[in-house]
């Protein structure tokens, strides 16, 4: 099925177009340079900026896939989660399109969204899908054996998301907004070793599939903080590597032992922190040493896009779910269980 996917959860104003699991098109408009000034994501710049870009952004990925409106299949667009005011304008566009051209309007979910769009790299997902999620607002292991419509959560993280952990301790660095990208560069002149940052929750008693990286993000400010005090420099590389090592450390080793706890051969890594160098080395590591198939798509698709909303919605027409009722709304903490918003039944 040809699906157009509209993407509108953070400061991304994403469409995506893909036939099946081909990838035609992927547009993508940021506002986060509109944010960095203030160092973090701000809702009403956020929801203005998307209603700009919108139906430019539409145009473009219509043309760059070659294809016209009339020729879906479907519209598919982020229902949640994600911020309210922004995700409002992506449904809102999405029903309007969809209603004009009489075409099926599909609400789904952006997490499960983050796993689905690797079968546009990898092809069909494996059922079920073992995948660690890893972004700006979440960071949870995932069992799927339908990511249309099961997925399972294992675990997840008890305070921050590894994406936020990397995005504050880049502000304590005073490295800028989005902290992910600049620290993954920053750490490629860093030793990992330099610094002994802790492992949460790796402990005998610990849960096993849970994260904590609050403790870490505390640990990393106060030794900087007392390099400070010292009147000695910072050693930045070092920090970066050091702190990241302890991320990618502790989400790899869980995730391959969730794999190997469930008999799951394969591993599927989402979430804009999924493109992060580091974690994708040490995956590719672990999972050969354990005898797992790694699937982690292009660093383009795992940071927000429509492509991913795109994907999901294909993969929801190929299964005959349910479209969305036209009142369909935004739902700012829709939870990972609900992959999409059905519609009412209406005879
Ligand atoms: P969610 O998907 O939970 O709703 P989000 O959509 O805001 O949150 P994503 O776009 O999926 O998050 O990911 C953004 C996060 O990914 C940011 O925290 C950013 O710092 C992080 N990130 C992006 N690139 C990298 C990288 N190379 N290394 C580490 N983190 C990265
Ligand atoms: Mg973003
Ligand atoms: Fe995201």
Redesign the pocket.
Known sequence: PLVLGIET????TGVGIVRGHTLLADAVASSVDEHARFGG?VPEVASRAHLEAMVPTIQRALKEAGVTARDLDGIAVTAG??LAGALLVGVSAAKAFAYALGKPLYGVN??AS?ICVDQLEHGALPEPTMALLV????SSLLLAPDITADVRPLGSTIDD????A??KVARVLDLGF????V??RWAREGDPDAIKFPRGLTGPRDPVYDFSFSGLKTAVARWIEARRAAGEEVPVADVAASFQEAVVDVLTRKAVRACKDHGVDHLMIG???A???R?RAMAERRCEDAGITLRVPR?KL???NGAMVAALGAEMVARGRNASAWDLSADSSLPVTDPHVPGHDHA
Do not use: K, M, Q, Y
């Open positions: 959860s953070c400061d991304e994501v989660p994600g952006h997490l983050h972004s700006g607002g979440h998301a590894a994406g936020e990397f995005d989005p902290g992910g990208p620290i993954d979430g804009g922190v493109a992060n160098t974690l660093p795992c940071t927000d």
